[in-house]
């Protein structure tokens, strides 16, 4: 078998693991007592005691943290510690719809940010094992611009962020970490958000035009082109 046909069984593999969602998450809860706070979280691990790099996903607005298990199945066969995280709970206040964008809703994705530095702060207690120098952040639409505050407030903590066609926050402009943006098909972004092609080229940062993928179709719901072409940009990104 060449090299081409092994490359081509190792990602139909994957993809058949992701789409099945062979990885059931062990969920518990986290409490923050500096906020009084429950942060609900979905763990996916091969159940292997070796270093292992950390992914953290991040759900759109509205969503929830185990929606996005092809993507963390897929992510698990790739080698890493997967935490997906609840953002919303039940009595939080409903996320502002008008006015200036920026300023109304980044209290929210702030109060993302630190859900994702305590769990950072609680795995590294209770998990040795754990690579964070090679700390990988996903989110979808709301869950992205979570996670692209994230790597502008804290760039010395991430290696990679994937965006699955976050529309609010501005992509950093920064080589690191490195930046993937999966844009969807039925949706632009704010002005601004994207770097330019010049940007693009200057930062090394990534973006890919989906062909089929919308932006509420970003999660096990899609159908398996979407999820097909998802993985693979996912895929050629992280290798």
Known sequence: MNTKSVSTLIFILITFLACG??????????????????????VYSNGKDQKQPVAIISHGYGGGNTAYGFIANQLVSLGYYVVSIQHDLKGDIPMPTSGDIMVVRKPYWQRGVDNIQFVIAELKKIKKNLDFNKLLLVGHSNGGDMSMLFATEYPDQVDKVISLDNRRMTVPRTRSPRILYLKATDTEPDPGVLPTVDEQEEFSISIVYLKDGKHNDLWDGASTIVKKEVMGAIEGFLK
């Open 21 to 42: 969602q062979t990885i059931k998450p062990k969920q518990s809860i986290l409490f923050d007592k500096s906020r009084n706070r429950e942060i609900p979280i979905a």
